[in-house]
């Protein structure tokens, strides 16, 4: 026999327990952001910093150079 379908505010509360249990189930997730132990208060600043607002540009107008010309390989 068919079951019969779930009312509106069923399927609603359905979905909100369902999301609720997947938000709960991120917060418990390691973090691992800032835990390297290679870095530490001794560490140089120019050794871990990215590259600046022109060297960012420099890397992506060569990026779109590369993909556009046609290599010899």
């Known amino acids: 026999m068919a ?3 779930q ?4 399927e609603k509360t359905s979905m909100f327990r369902s999301n609720k ?3 709960q189930s ?10 390297s132990e290679d870095i530490d208060d ?4 120019d ?6 607002v022109l060297g960012r540009m420099k890397e992506e107008v060569e ?3 590369d993909a556009v010309t046609p290599s010899d390989k």
């Not at 991120?26 to 835990?35: I, S």
């Not at 050794?47 to 600046?52: A, F």
């Open 63 to 65: 990026a779109i150079v």
């Open 7 to 10: 009312s509106l505010s069923e």
């Open 26 to 35: 991120m917060v418990h997730e390691k973090e691992t952001h800032g835990t």
């Open 42 to 45: 001794k560490t140089k600043v």
């Open 21 to 23: 249990e997947e938000k």
């Open 3 to 5: 079951e019969p379908k």
């Open 47 to 52: 050794h871990v910093k990215g590259p600046g």
